[in-house]
Structures are given as C-alpha cells and as structure tokens.
C-alpha cells in the first residue's frame, strides 16, 4: 500500500468472521478448536472501515466487537481531555444485531451520524428498540439511505446503497420489501477507484452481478462453504440460503461465479466459524486462492 499518494481510498477490515467471532464462545467446531490452539487467527465479527485520508473513517455496520475494532484504526486520538473520536459515521446494511449492537457502545459519543435505508431505521427504532436505547445517550442524526441515489461523504468519497433482495424472516415482525438489506458501492472521486461492500446476499442475480461490475475491490459474502454446512454438522436446522446467505461452493456458488466476473479483487468476508476456508491448509482454501479470490483477516488494509 502507497501511503505518500494524495489521492486514495483506504479499507481497514475491522472484523472478517460472522455472527459469533471466531472463536465462538460456546463451539468446539474444528475451526473453534483450531483457532484457541492458536493454529488459526482470531477473527472478530464482521465490519469495515473506509477513508479518504487514514484519519475520518466511515464504518460499515457496527459490530459487537466494535471498541477494539476502533482502537486498531489509524486516526485522531483523545489528548489532555479530549474525546475525539475517528469514526465519522456508520452505514448499515441491514438491522441485524451482529451489524448493530455495537452501536449501543457508541454512546458516549458527543453524536452519532447514521446511514441507513428507511426500513432498517424503522426496524431499529420499532422493533428491535436499540436505536430508541441509544438516543437515551447520546443525539443521534439518522440519513435516510435510498438504493440508487449517490451520497456524498467527504474529501471525495461517495457512495451508492443497492437493494440486496432477501427471502430471510425479519426477526422483528414484518418486514418491507425493500430495503431491509443492502451493499454498498463506494468510490474515490478523485482516483476513480471503487469498492464494493456486499457482507450478505442469497444469489447473484442479475441486478446484483450489475452492481459489482467493474470495481477495483470486492468484499463479499463468505459465510459458509456449503449451503448445509451448520446442518450437517449439527448446529443448526437451517441451511446457508434459508439464513440469507450464498455458500461460496456449489454450481450456482460464489466460486462459480465470480472468476467470471469483471472485478479487480475479490475477497471473502462474513465468514462463519464453522467455515473451513478459515484454516490455510484446507482443499477449500486451496480452491478459492487457486482462483484468484481471497480469504479476509482482520486488520487487512486495501488500497483502492
């Protein structure tokens, strides 16, 4: 990575594991085992970083684990009694407590501003509660998210929210049609350079294959390996699609389908415990590398 250049988006991944961490505290999974044997790295759950200048940094979703997280960026620090803080704002893809809890321990922030689509809000506010909690604390300034429309940040950065459709039950009553997951197409005005942060999907349609088209970077849903994974192992009864995920292996996988793609780089993110692609020597992670694609740890820095 340049840092001497003027011009630049830099990614931090935050967190690289799904909902849990890897270790989770209560799996003795191969993975969980492998990892407190320090066979395998640590991963915390799933967020990203984005900045223009390694100082203001935009979170992508606010993960459970999101102090350590923040403490590992690169940014302006507290000195002689000051809070100030290196987070600009959150984006949220959808109202999932393992994206969202983390807001709670944002609350001694002087405030706090926050992007996300209406029905994510409206989740947050209604029925999960944690937005209502978190107002008790600290001022908060909701920006409504509108796939389609391209959003300024600052010192050149933008970005476009589109509609990740979802058969997923919504967890807290109904939930919109719309709205209620969504990737986000970040991009360097200055450079041109595009990311594109998509954590959960359940295909890749055609409108979705649209969206990620081009970019110089790719994170993207890395969950489970096998679409049955959690289920044969015994540790759930649902399979990767029905909890809102695309299994990377499988003729209509990730791996099938995005070598094909015009992409710059492409790495796996939201990777779940029971993953085998979290081990280095494995047949799986051999098969993505062979590919060309990429397996996130935390602390991974991309230059876009």
């Given amino acids: 990575m340049t840092r001497g250049r003027s011009a630049g988006m830099w990614l931090r991944v935050l967190g690289s594991a799904a909902g849990g961490g890897s270790p989770q505290w209560n799996c003795g999974c191969e993975v969980c085992t492998a990892v407190r044997a320090g066979a395998a790295p640590v991963r915390t759950e799933s967020s990203v970083a984005v900045s223009a200048d390694h100082r203001r940094w935009f979170l992508l979703n606010a993960s459970p684990d999101v102090r350590t997280q923040i403490e590992a960026l690169r940014g302006p620090r507290p000195n002689g009694g000051d809070r100030t803080s290196p987070v600009e704002a959150v984006l949220l893809t959808d109202a999932e407590l393992d994206h969202t809890l983390g807001l709670l321990l944002l609350r001694e922030a002087a405030d706090l501003r926050l992007y996300a689509?209406?029905?994510?809000?409206?989740t947050l506010c209604d029925g999960s509660g944690l937005l209502r909690t978190l107002e008790r604390y600290c001022p908060v300034e909701w920006r409504a998210v509108i796939p389609g429309a391209d959003?300024?940040?600052?010192?050149g950065l933008s970005f476009r929210a589109f509609d990740v459709?979802?058969?997923?039950?919504?967890?807290?009553g109904p939930g919109a049609e719309h709205g209620r997951v969504v990737g986000y197409r970040l991009t360097d005005e200055r450079s041109g350079g595009r990311l594109v942060y998509l954590p959960g999907m359940q295909a890749l349609t055609p409108r979705l294959c649209a969206e990620i088209m081009g970019?110089?970077?790719?994170?993207?849903?890395?969950?489970?390996?096998?679409?049955d994974e959690l289920v044969r192992l015994g540790l759930a009864g649902k399979t990767a699609h029905e909890m809102g995920h695309l299994p990377v292996d499988g003729p209509d996988g990730t791996l099938a389908r995005l070598p094909s793609l015009d992409i710059g780089r492409v790495i796996f993110v939201h990777l779940n415990n029971t993953n085998p692609l979290l081990l280095e020597d494995t047949a799986e992670r051999h098969l993505v590398e062979a590919a060309g694609l990429e397996v996130a740890v935390d602390g991974l820095e991309v230059e876009v």
């Fill in 117 to 122: 689509t209406p029905a994510v809000h409206k």
């Fill in 151 to 155: 959003v300024s940040l600052t010192a």
């Fill in 165 to 172: 459709p979802t058969t997923k039950r919504a967890r807290f």
């Fill in 215 to 227: 970019c110089e970077c790719l994170l993207i849903d890395g969950t489970c390996w096998r679409d």
